[in-house]
């Protein structure tokens, strides 16, 4: 039920850092792997993207490991500073971010 009763899974996946604990989108298919976006924030929030493998996901058992990052000028230009989210449905990719753009006054 999703209000519960909840209980901890035996292992007790939990992350406590600055990269890779707060979620950056749902969890997603690639291939034949499941694939865990998680927010690189050690620089600033929006730092980047981590993404992790899931390599075994059990009632008993739950292990990941990093496969790769994205930062915020991979996905745009040198004005790009910040990459919060990322969720792939289907053949689409979307993705939450800032930059930074200087408006020219024309009133």
Known sequence: DLFGPWEPHVDN?????LCGS?????????????IRPGQ???ESYGGGL????IESLTLDS?????????????IGSSESN???TINVLGDRVYVDGR???RWKKIC
């Open 62 to 74: 739950y292990r990941e490991r990093e496969i790769g990052r994205l930062s915020p000028s991979d």
């Open 13 to 17: 996946p939990l992350k406590n850092s």
């Open 50 to 53: 981590v993404f992790y493998e």
């Open 99 to 101: 930059r930074w753009r």
């Open 82 to 84: 910040a990459l919060h």
């Open 40 to 42: 690189d924030c050690t």
């Open 22 to 34: 707060r979620m950056a989108g749902k969890i997603f298919q690639l291939g034949e792997k499941l």
